[in-house]
Structures are given as structure tokens and as C-alpha cells.
């Protein structure tokens, strides 16, 4: 370590911190191919020929490359009504649950809000406890709720945390003396929230619309329980039933059977890729403004 | 009242509250009684805690208990300390585009969904064709069939879910990271520090109160395990390790229409967990100062 000490002063980092910081590099270098290379490998898959796929020849970039896969998946009925009804669910169910949300958040995070306290601990209370799957199962039941379209956009429709994260964000975005000022101009507070506050939370209606957009693309369980009907079925509940239930599409039984066989396996890459496409083409976009509001939310838990 | 549009505003999201979270609760005497189909919850006769009894008495109940905590106590084990370390590296690189590029990557996984999750590893798991076997075939390694190997579920559950979550998970630490006062930082520059010293003296201790408060939401969702990850790669191979009390709580209750017992299993489910909740709220609040309330 003699060689440490004989460096000149003008150089900040140590030798011993030029080693760490580099241990670091690697490191972070390994995760982020760990992650990532599952992700190429599934999209290079979607777009190989089926032979290539199933013979294992792809391992990192598409081999003959064919959109076979995608085509198959336009043509099967389930898959582009699975499709249709997650787009409804997912605009109808964000709407619904971002306006909810606001609606408590905002007077949650007003100090002089009558019952602010008690609230806030009637509805954190719900995060610790519940009454269970089948109680709740039976609530929806009894509203008549099952198997129609609102089942899967109500009983879920507001969470705790999204409740937490936009009541901090206003408590510490929305300055009181704003407040004040539009208080003594008689503006009501119905006004207030329109002019004032929707147009300051841009960052924390991103956020929510995000968390809540990308819960209900995702969603399945409430549509494996609360759903009969096939033709209200949710993408995710069609992707189970050809992924991991194996239960191969109509569309391709008058397939040869070797042919049939390549097409299901490239059939599993290419439907993931369109399930989770969505998300993914958005992500980049508002990924900024989603830490931000993390940030946010979790300084004052 | 000056405020009654605010009052007017939160009546729905209350309507919500009470309707499908506490009216819930009170159907959870459901646990009480002999469900009757005609009589309804309140019209069904009570029966104690036979629904319990039965549990309890049932041989699956350690299985489904020992499944559960074991799952659980792995994926915390292994899951708990990894973001920590991940925000920790990502926070000594000052700035720049790689920073930006390995936040980007690994939030990502976040957001793919569960469905898609399981199918991601049912491809790369295949007996056959799966990469994973490829692989070990490259190498001259006999192909082994993942997913039937009851030994190897927990930890493809648990490896897999941190692949998912990790870089997610960070986000709060490097907040905390983020918010340690810069004068520390210039102190131990002046004694001299390595950067790792700097991260053991300043940097953890620094975080402890966040390490605190999500290690208690951790344990207090010890017993809320993901179901619907354990239920898309249940097979019947697996199935010794892989039924968990709420896997069992669907299957018997929503499959096998037996709503008391359900009730009765899952209401235990939940108290379990409050249980652990409170207690490692208060242990923690005795030894480090900080608590969730």
C-alpha cells in the first residue's frame, strides 16, 4: 500500500476507491444485463421464425426474422377481444380511480379538513387488515356485480397507497397562502381544486394515472373470480390460458401438426410481447415524473 | 359549514371504504357460521369456532403454515437486503448517463405483469426448449424439469421476484440516500474516508430509519404473500411446497364453494399478520426508535 500513499494530492480518488468504485461498475454492469437480457431474448424470439425458435437458435438477436407470430395473434378472436376489453377496462378503471383518489387525497390533505385524523385511519387501517377473499367475494355478489364489467372496475378501484402518495404530494406542493389568497377572493373550493390545484399536481396526476393504468392492464385475479363470460375476459386472463394453461387457440388446429407445434411455442413469445408492449412503449416517457412522485410520497410516509 | 364541498367530495370514496373493505370485515363472522346458500350470511346458523377446530385439526395445517412462513421468510431473507445494496451502489455513481441508464433498466421489470411474469419463466424454465436447459445442455449438464421439482420452487419464486422488484424497491432507499445532510459527507472527506467507510459511517447509518420502516411493512405482509404468483406456477409436481394458505383459501373456498371453512382459514391468515404486524412494530420501536405509528 506504499504506492497509495506516494500518490500526489491533486488526484481525488484513492487507489483503493478507484478499485471499489470500478468492483462497482462491474456490478451494476452485471445486473442491469441480468435484467435486460431476458427481455431481448423475448423479443428477438417474437420476431424469429418459429423453426428458429423452437431448434433454439435464438439467443440473442432474431434469427429469419418473420412477423408470423403477430399475424396469428391478429386473426385469433380471443386474443384481439381480450385485447379491446383490457383497453376498456384500463381507460374506464384509471378514470374512475384517479378521480376517487383525488377526491379523498385532496381534502385528507388540508389541515383544517373536519375528521382529517380519523380518516386517515379508517382508510390506512384497510391496508393492514381485511376481511378476506371470500367475504369480499360475497360483497360483490350481493351487489350483483359478478360477471358484468364493473366487477373489475369498482371493488379495486381506490388503494390506500396511491391515497398516501397524492395527500403528501398536496400537503407539500400546494402552498397554503394560495389558499388564503383565492379564500378571501370568495372562490369556493370546488373552484379552488379546478383552477389551482389540478393544474399545480401535473407530476402527481401522472403518478396515479400510471400506478392505476398499469395495475389494471395487468390485473387478472379479479377477472379469473369475478368473470364467467369469455367475451368480457380481460388480455391477461386470455394470456393465461394459452401460456400456462397450454390451451392452444382454435385458429390454428387445421395447422400441420409439427407446424402447429413451432408456431404455439413462438405463439407464447409473441403474445407477451404484445401484452406487455403498452406499458413498455409508455414507461421511458413518464418514468421521470413516476420517481419524482415516489420521492414525493415516501418523504412523508 | 365553510368547507361542505370538501365534506360533499369525499362521500363516495367513503361509500367505497365502508362497502367493499369494512362491510367485508363484518362478513367475515362468516368464519362463525354454517353458511347456508338460502339463509344468507346473517340468517345461517352460528357454530362457534368449529370452522377453526377443523382447520387446525386438518392435516394440511402445518403443511400450509410451514409453506407459507418458509416462503415468506426466504423471500424477505433474500429480498430484503438486495435493494439495499443495489440503492447503495447506484448512489455512488455521481450523475451521469449510466446512472440514469441502470435506474431506467432495472425499474423496469416492475411493470410487467404477473401473467406475463410466470410465462416469461415457464419459457425459460421449459423442460425442453427452455433457455435455462439449453444452457445446461451447452454444457454438457442433464436437462432438469424446473417448475416439477418441488425443491426448486421457493427459490424460483423468490429469485424471480427480485429480478421483478429489486430496482423498484431501491427507489426509496436512494430517496432516503438523497436526503443525508451534505455536511457528513464533507467531514469524512476531511478524516480521510474511503468511500467505503463513507458508506458504512454515513450512508447506512444515515438510511436505518427508512431499513427500519419497510422491513416492518415487509414482515407485516409476511403472511399476504403474492397468491397470484404462487398460483400461476402451482402445478400438481410442485405442489408440496407450492400450497399456501391463500392459495388454499381460493381453491377450497371459491372452487369448492365451502365459504365458512374459507372464511374461517383466511380470517387466521389475517390475524397472523396483524399479529406480526404489531409485534415487530413494537420491537422496533424499542430498539431503534422508529414505528410505523
Not at chain 1, 444485463?33 to 428477438?44: G, W
Not at chain 2, 419459457?123 to 435455462?132: C, E, M
Not at chain 2, 412494530?281 to 426508535?289: D, F, P
Request: proline share 5%; with cysteine.
Amino acid at each position: 500500500m506504499a504506492a497509495t500513499a506516494a500518490v500526489p494530492k491533486k488526484i481525488k480518488e484513492s487507489a483503493g476507491d478507484r478499485i471499489f468504485l470500478t468492483v462497482i461498475y462491474i456490478i451494476l454492469t452485471l445486473v442491469v444485463i441480468a435484467i435486460i437480457y431476458p427481455l431481448i431474448f423475448i423479443i428477438s424470439s417474437s420476431i424469429s421464425s418459429p423453426a428458429a425458435v423452437t431448434s433454439g437458435k435464438v439467443w440473442l438477436y432474431p434469427v429469419d426474422i418473420s412477423f408470423k407470430g403477430f399475424s396469428v395473434l391478429l386473426k385469433t378472436p380471443e386474443i384481439t377481444t381480450g385485447y379491446l376489453n383490457s383497453l376498456f377496462y384500463t381507460t374506464a378503471g384509471t378514470l374512475i380511480s384517479v378521480t376517487l383518489t383525488i377526491m379523498i387525497a385532496y381534502p385528507l390533505s388540508r389541515r383544517t379538513f373536519f375528521g382529517r385524523n380519523a380518516l386517515m385511519m379508517v382508510i390506512t387501517f384497510t391496508m393492514i387488515f381485511s376481511g378476506g377473499l371470500i367475504p369480499t367475494y360475497m360483497v360483490v355478489k350481493e351487489m350483483h356485480l359478478i360477471d358484468t364489467r364493473w366487477a373489475l372496475l369498482i371493488p379495486n378501484a381506490i388503494w390506500v397507497w396511491q391515497v398516501i402518495i397524492a395527500r403528501s404530494f398536496f400537503q407539500s406542493s400546494i402552498p397554503e397562502e394560495l389558499l388564503e389568497a383565492s379564500e378571501i377572493d370568495g372562490c369556493s373550493d370546488m373552484r379552488f381544486i379546478r383552477s389551482v390545484v389540478l393544474p399545480l399536481s401535473k407530476p402527481i396526476l401522472a403518478v396515479l394515472v400510471l400506478m392505476y393504468a398499469v395495475g389494471q392492464w395487468n390485473s387478472y385475479f379479479d377477472a379469473l373470480i369475478y368473470l364467467k363470460s369469455a367475451n368480457l375476459f380481460p388480455l391477461q386472463l386470455v394470456l393465461r390460458s394459452i401460456i400456462i394453461m397450454n390451451n392452444s387457440s382454435g385458429n390454428m388446429d387445421a395447422m400441420a401438426m409439427v407446424e402447429r407445434q413451432q408456431l404455439s411455442e413462438l405463439l407464447k413469445y409473441s403474445l407477451i410481447v404484445v401484452a406487455t408492449l403498452p406499458v413498455l412503449i409508455i414507461y421511458p416517457f413518464v418514468q421521470r415524473y413516476f420517481v419524482q412522485g415516489m420521492l414525493v410520497g415516501s418523504v412523508k410516509g | 359549514m365553510k368547507h361542505w364541498q370538501l365534506h360533499l367530495l369525499v362521500i363516495p370514496p367513503i361509500l367505497f371504504f365502508l362497502i367493499f373493505k369494512y362491510y367485508p370485515m363484518l362478513n367475515a363472522v362468516l368464519a362463525f357460521k354454517d353458511y347456508n346458500v338460502i339463509k344468507g350470511i346473517w340468517g345461517s346458523p352460528w357454530v362457534g369456532f368449529k370452522n377453526f377446530q377443523l382447520f387446525f385439526e386438518n392435516p394440511m395445517f402445518w403443511t400450509l403454515l410451514k409453506n407459507t412462513l418458509k416462503l415468506s421468510g426466504y423471500l424477505l431473507l433474500a429480498g430484503f437486503p438486495i435493494p439495499i445494496l443495489l440503492a447503495l451502489m447506484i448512489n455512488e455513481i455521481r450523475g451521469g448517463r449510466f446512472k440514469r441508464f441502470v435506474q431506467l433498466i432495472s425499474f423496469a421489470p416492475y411493470f410487467i405483469s404477473t401473467v406475463v411474469m410466470v410465462s416469461i419463466i415457464m419459457l425459460f424454465l421449459a423442460p425442453r426448449l427452455g433457455f435455462a436447459n439449453i444452457a445446461l445442455n451447452f454444457f454438457g449438464m442433464d436437462s432438469i424439469n424446473f417448475l416439477g421439482e418441488p425443491g426448486m420452487f421457493r427459490s424460483i419464486y423468490v429469485w424471480s421476484d427480485i429480478w421483478q422488484t429489486a430496482g423498484y424497491s431501491a427507489v426509496i432507499y436512494l430517496a432516503a440516500l438523497a436526503g443525508i445532510d451534505p455536511t457528513l459527507y464533507e467531514a469524512a472527506k476531511v478524516d480521510g474516508a474511503s468511500r467505503f467507510q463513507k458508506i458504512r459511517h454515513v450512508d447506512l447509518p444515515g438510511i436505518v430509519p427508512t431499513i427500519v420502516i419497510i422491513l416492518i411493512l415487509n414482515v407485516g405482509n409476511v403472511m399476504a404473500l403474492g397468491f397470484e404468483k404462487v398460483y400461476l406456477l402451482q402445478n400438481p409436481l410442485n405442489i408440496a411446497n407450492s400450497e399456501i394458505i391463500a392459495t388454499y383459501v381460493y381453491s377450497i373456498g371459491l372452487l369448492n364453494a365451502n365459504y365458512s371453512f374459507a372464511t374461517a382459514v383466511g380470517l387466521f391468515n389475517s390475524l397472523i399478520n396483524l399479529i406480526l404486524l404489531v409485534t415487530v412494530n413494537g420491537v422496533a420501536k424499542r430498539i431503534t426508535n422508529n414505528s410505523i405509528w
